[in-house]
């Protein structure tokens, strides 16, 4: 089974430039999540959907941030301008979302991140 | 969301039984227990999940007591390859509403 796929695997830019991830969750997915993960520190949800519909956005910083999931299959996760701080790694991650409470259908998967470095 | 609380580090030799223990004071009727694990550079993995008793499967095990308010990650007979952050996650599960909140997690390290 192919697992969530994420692009670009590293990027520098300077501060005031624009960047954008892209990532591919598993196949018949329905939720999909971006994180932010610091390093020393654990992810920080910055955005879920459900299908092509935001369910939690409290903690994307909106004013620089934006994401979208056309159709409900793959995203991208802009960031413009960045700032130093937005130094961190990128972690996109999709899950069954569905109802029934069952292993399977909970369990994430996480991609391999995409590491941004600001400078 | 309940918050978690897990130790900072652990160390533990090759060969060694590991308890990991989360407190969860606040969970919630319909929160579930969930154990990820993350090596460097790259993305977490989930480990095992649970609501109460004891779950086990082929790389570990979960003890949640009656009251819910902790529960202990264990994994037996731990090698190098086992060093990795460990993050103890509490929430709903359910379809769109299941939550994955990250606390700051727990460092352990496998010495020979």
């Known amino acids: 089974e192919a697992g969530v796929a994420q692009s670009p695997r590293y990027k520098i830019i300077e501060k005031r430039q624009s960047v954008a991830f892209w990532c591919n969750p598993i196949?018949?997915?329905?939720?999909l999540y971006w994180y932010q993960q610091i390093l020393g520190q654990g992810p920080k949800l910055l955005i879920q959907?459900?299908?092509?519909?935001?369910?939690?956005d409290s903690q994307l910083p909106k004013d620089r941030f934006s994401a979208e999931r056309l159709k409900g299959v793959d995203s991208t996760l802009k960031i413009q301008p960045a700032k130093l701080e937005d130094s961190a790694v990128y972690l996109c991650?999709?899950?069954?979302?569905?109802?029934?409470?069952?292993?399977?259908?909970?369990?994430?998967?996480f991609g391999q991140g995409t590491r941004l470095t600001v400078v | 969301l309940a918050k978690t609380t897990q130790p900072i580090s652990m160390d533990s030799y090759e060969g060694q039984e590991v308890n990991i223990t989360c407190s969860h004071n606040?969970?919630?009727?319909?929160?579930?227990i969930t154990w990820y694990q993350q090596f460097p550079s790259q993305g977490p993995r989930f480990i095992i999940q649970?609501?109460?008793t004891k779950v086990t499967n082929e790389v570990a095990s979960l003890f949640i007591p009656a009251d819910r308010k902790s529960s202990t990650l264990s994994l037996p007979r731990v090698s190098l390859s086992d060093t990795a952050v460990y993050y103890c996650?509490?929430?709903?599960?359910?379809?769109?509403?299941?939550?994955?909140?990250f606390g700051s997690g727990t460092q352990l390290t496998v010495l020979p």
């Open positions: 991650a999709s899950s069954p979302g569905k109802w029934e409470i069952k292993r399977e259908n909970t369990e994430a998967f």
């Open positions: 196949s018949g997915h329905a939720t």
């Open positions: 959907f459900q299908n092509n519909g935001v369910v939690d």
């Open positions: 606040n969970i919630a009727t319909n929160d579930y």
């Open positions: 649970g609501y109460k």
């Open positions: 996650l509490v929430g709903p599960i359910s379809g769109s509403a299941r939550q994955l909140t």
